[in-house]
């Protein structure tokens, strides 16, 4: 019976033992499995946090690009609105622009009536002041040419005294040249003062001839004068018969 017991005991140990050999065996097994679990693990995780920053930085990319394009969105409603702000301004100008050039084509033609109407109407009557005019004219003309051959005459007149009056000193000259050199004092004192008198009434003739020639312009400008202050008379006529017309 002892020995029976001791052979169970010892079986019953080795039982155990293999059964702690088996079990830590399969637990060596276990954490090794848990170990190569726990690093794929890691690396999955490793992996899933770098896709997980990829995703972030996509993301953010996605926002900052759909940011942008909100605003060039609104930028383009705004240049739209301007585009079509300037398109209404330009064709309202555009219309104001042709409204004025049709304004004042309406004034030209008005103008142009007016002005015809003027001329038709007014022709009879501006005849006469015309016919003024032209006679005016003429009788300025005969005027002023009476004027010039007066004034030519008399300076042709006074020209021939002049020169009848050099031919008597010269003479005179030629005359008292001889005695003169063999006379006594008196003799030279009497031609010279011949001479003298003679020089005299050659400056009196010049002197006459320049103011006969001024006296001559003096009345053509004042006869010019005048037929321009008529002629602007005329002129202020005819105006003043257009406007009351």
Do not use: Y
């Amino acid at each position: 019976m002892p020995q029976n017991k001791i052979t169970s005991e010892t079986q019953a140990l080795s039982l155990d033992t293999d059964v702690t050999a088996a079990v830590s065996e399969d637990i060596a097994q276990l954490t090794s499995q848990g170990v190569a679990q726990s690093r794929e693990l890691q690396a999955k995780e490793s992996l899933l946090a770098r896709q997980q920053q990829a995703i972030r930085l996509r993301t953010e990319d996605i926002a900052r690009g759909t940011q942008a394009l909100h605003d060039q969105q609104a930028t383009l409603l705004l240049q739209n609105a301007e585009l079509e702000a300037l398109v209404h301004e330009h064709f309202a100008l555009r219309e104001e622009t042709h409204e004025g050039a049709r304004h004042l084509l309406a004034i030209a033609d008005a103008v142009r009536l007016r002005r015809d109407s003027l001329l038709g109407r007014d022709c009879d009557l501006l005849a006469p002041v015309a016919a003024r005019l032209d006679n005016a004219l003429e009788e300025a003309a005969v005027q002023d040419a009476q004027l010039e051959s007066s004034v030519q005459a008399e300076a042709r007149a006074l020209a021939l005294q002049q020169t009848d009056a050099a031919a008597d000193l010269l003479a005179t000259s030629r005359h008292w040249e001889k005695p003169v050199n063999n006379a006594p004092p008196d003799a030279n004192t009497l031609a010279r003062q011949g001479l003298a008198q003679v020089l005299a009434d050659m400056r009196q003739v010049g002197l006459a001839v320049a103011v006969t020639r001024q006296a001559g312009r003096a009345r053509i400008a004042r006869v010019q004068v005048g037929l321009g202050f008529f002629l602007l008379g005329l002129l202020g006529v005819v105006g003043m018969i257009g406007l009351d017309r």
